[in-house]
C-alpha cells in the first residue's frame, strides 16, 4: 500500500479549475504525476500534494494504486475505465 503522505505532482487546473483527471503516471522511481486534459502545461501550472489529498479529489485514482513503476494510466472521461500501459520516458 502507498503511503498516503507521499507527495505527487498535479496541476493547478486540477485543483483549482476541478479539471478531470484523465492521465496518470508513475515514473520509474515510483513517483506520481495527475494530469487533466489541458495541453501546453508550463512549471508554473505545476502544484505538489500528498497522496490522500488526490484521491479525495478523484476515489477511483484508488484502483492505480497498484500499477507498476513506468505505468502510464489513461481516460477520456470520469466514466471511463483506466487503461493502463507501460511507457517509454
Given at each position: 500500500?502507498?503511503?498516503l503522505?507521499?507527495?505527487?505532482?498535479?496541476?493547478?487546473?486540477?485543483?483549482?479549475?476541478?479539471?478531470?483527471?484523465v492521465?496518470?503516471?508513475?515514473?520509474?522511481?515510483?513517483?506520481?504525476?495527475?494530469?487533466?486534459?489541458?495541453?501546453?502545461?508550463?512549471?508554473?501550472?505545476?502544484?505538489?500534494?500528498?497522496?490522500?489529498?488526490?484521491?479525495?479529489?478523484?476515489?477511483?485514482?484508488?484502483e492505480?494504486?497498484?500499477?507498476?513503476?513506468?505505468?502510464?494510466?489513461?481516460?477520456?472521461?470520469?466514466?471511463?475505465?483506466?487503461?493502463?500501459?507501460?511507457?517509454?520516458?
Amino acid at each position: 500500500m502507498e503511503n498516503l503522505n507521499d507527495a505527487v505532482i498535479t496541476t493547478r487546473f486540477v485543483l483549482e479549475n476541478n479539471s478531470t483527471i484523465v492521465s496518470v503516471f508513475r515514473d520509474e522511481d515510483g513517483d506520481w504525476q495527475f494530469f487533466g486534459k489541458e495541453e501546453n502545461i508550463s512549471e508554473e501550472d505545476a502544484k505538489v500534494i500528498s497522496l490522500e489529498e488526490i484521491l479525495r479529489i478523484d476515489s477511483t485514482l484508488k484502483e492505480l494504486l497498484d500499477i507498476n513503476n513506468g505505468s502510464h494510466a489513461h481516460r477520456e472521461n470520469k466514466e471511463d475505465n483506466w487503461v493502463v500501459e507501460r511507457y517509454e520516458e
